[in-house]
């Protein structure tokens, strides 16, 4: 069977997921079901319903809407997963003081704000690490060698990659976080014998791709490279003037990043495949074949979020 050919028209879906500790998340047109694995090997079932918000038909304006949503949602997820998965044993271990504190003393509405405010400082690691660092580097060996200004670029739009490659291969190692790999891996190959119009079985999914074009780490590598073209054009005058200009861009880059995404996801023309490519190599460091458990879970958590017809779960 050739699987490159695939996903058929008929079953080319928006369905998507993420990958969390010892479970998936999955988010369909209506719905969106979180599986985890439990300690005694049952598996935890959660879903909600979507809402559907007004920003979803405004071009541009969705992709920044879509991103903070998810970054909120997807934070709350793994909190909750890391809570299913481990033993009470571990959890003991695990929460400190200032955990058992809030539990005590604050309620849902307090802890949705911390989880809000975790996850903002999980994006302003990013934008230290991928925007800042990669100007401020070039900057000061600007001071100690005569640079001109593509030259500066092309250094700039170099360290913004090794960073970006060297994080992505440095969490890979991490035992916790390949293993999160592997349930990513789940996802994706579920998705895509959804996709193929196959029965969502074990052995039918292991069968398929682990690498998928509409991926969170394609989508960030998109962020990357569409960054070193539109960053390209700004002013090396200072380097602080310089990060702030590509602060004032970033939501810019984001919008542009996600329609982009968006059409390759549902587009398998020629010119959708190349953009596509770079991520899916990418995701050799992000995705894992899982074991038959972990596509077990993927099954549990996509089954509630189908549309009863395929066409209405399209792009």
Excluded at 65 to 89: F, P, Q, R, W
Excluded at 286 to 294: A, H, I, Q, R, V
């Amino acid at each position: 069977m050739d699987l490159e050919k695939r996903p058929t028209e008929k079953f080319r879906t928006s369905v998507g997921g993420q990958a969390l500790m010892e479970g998936i998340m999955m988010r369909g047109p209506k719905k969106i079901c979180c599986a985890v694995r439990r300690p005694d090997g049952t598996i935890d079932l959660s879903c909600s319903d979507v809402c559907s918000h007004w920003y979803n038909k405004v071009p541009l304006l969705r992709g920044i809407c879509n991103m903070v949503d998810n970054l909120y949602n997807g934070y709350k997820y793994l909190m909750h997963s890391a809570d299913i998965a481990m033993t009470e044993e571990e959890q003991e271990e695990s929460e400190s003081k200032l955990d058992k504190w809030l539990d005590e003393h604050t309620g849902p509405a307090f802890q949705n704000v911390l989880m809000g405010i975790s996850a903002f400082a999980g994006v302003i690691l990013a934008i230290f690490l991928f925007t800042f660092l990669p100007t401020f580097l070039t900057g000061a060996l600007g001071k100690v060698v005569e640079l001109g200004r593509w030259p500066r670029v092309i250094l700039e739009s170099v360290l913004k990659l090794i960073i970006f490659l060297s994080y992505m291969f440095l969490c890979s190692r991490m035992k916790e976080v390949h293993r999160m790999f592997e349930y990513h891996g789940a996802e994706h190959k579920t998705i895509a014998c959804y996709e193929a119009g196959e029965e969502l079985t074990v052995e039918n999914i292991r069968r398929h791709s682990r690498f998928h074009p509409r991926c969170g780490t394609s989508f960030l590598f998109l962020v990357i490279l569409i960054g070193i073209v539109l960053y390209a054009i700004l002013p090396w005058e200072s380097t602080a003037l310089r990060v702030v200009y590509k602060l004032a861009l970033l939501p810019v880059l984001v919008a542009v990043s996600y329609e982009v995404i968006k059409w390759a996801g549902r587009s398998n023309s020629l010119l959708a495949r190349a953009v596509s490519q770079p991520g899916l190599w990418l995701q050799r460091l992000t995705t894992f074949e899982p074991d038959d458990s972990m596509i077990e879970v993927a099954i549990a958590a996509v089954t509630p979020v189908l549309p009863d017809r395929p066409e209405d779960g399209a792009w």
